[in-house]
T-cell receptor, first 114, second 113 residues
């Protein structure tokens, strides 16, 4: 079974609109972390936001927020007020079982349109 | 401001050739990682080193070896390159412990002909 599932290979959003990128995960470890990274066309991996399994509140970082629904095992990324520079590949990743290695999903390609 | 430095940025090999990808970090991180990225498959872990002196296999270790030379450096070696190893390779590092994000290098684009 896939540990991290991103079901949207590609998404389009109008500039200034909000967009939600889906991520579901599978783990039996009660203590885990969920991360989102952005990969622009230049190729670098940019950390966006983190949510711990025991965190009571949803994480937010500027225009990024994480809609964490623990019972449903989902950790969706919400980008508010989309900008052209948000066009990129977005990866959801999970850390579990001790240590800090990450398991990644297959990614969602986001395109922001005028 | 170097962070994680990978060399080379691009490489073309012929089948059967060997090469070593170099990675160095200047953030005093204990953990280092090698991932490969293929279209439609996300990033997959090849090998990692949780601390200096230790290395462990990840999800796709076949055809690769690693060396944790010291705390700063973690190299990935392809002994006999195959076309299936054509990929983008990323080195990453992070502080010890759970819930610590990883910092990534800029990647190496490798083509094996």
């Amino acid at each position: 079974a896939q540990k991290i599932t991103q079901t949207q290979p590609g998404m389009f959003v109008q500039e200034k609109e909000a967009v939600t990128l889906d991520c579901t995960y599978d783990t039996s470890d009660p203590s885990y972390g969920l991360f989102w990274y952005k990969q622009p066309s230049s190729g670098e991996m940019i950390f966006l936001i983190y949510q711990g399994s025991y965190d009571q509140q949803n994480a937010t970082e500027g225009r990024y927020s994480l809609n964490f629904q623990k019972a449903r095992k989902s950790a969706n990324l919400v980008i508010s007020a989309s900008q052209l520079g948000d066009s990129a590949m977005y990866f959801c990743a999970m850390q579990e079982g001790g240590g800090n290695k990450l398991t990644f999903g297959t990614g969602t390609q986001l395109k922001v349109e005028l | 401001n170097a962070g994680v430095t990978q060399t080379p940025k691009f490489q073309v090999l012929k089948t059967g050739q060997s090469m070593t990808l170099q990675c160095a970090q200047d953030m005093n991180h204990n953990s280092m990682y090698w991932y490969r990225q293929d279209p439609g498959m996300g990033l997959r872990l090849i090998y990692y080193s949780a601390s200096e002196g230790t290395t462990d296999k990840g999800e796709v270790p076949n055809g690769y070896n690693v060396s944790r030379l010291n705390k700063r450096e973690f190299s990935l070696r392809l002994e006999s390159a195959a076309p299936s190893q054509t990929s983008v390779y990323f080195c990453a590092s992070g502080r010890q412990g759970r819930n610590e994000k990883l910092f990534f290098g800029s990647g190496t684009q490798l083509s094996v002909l």
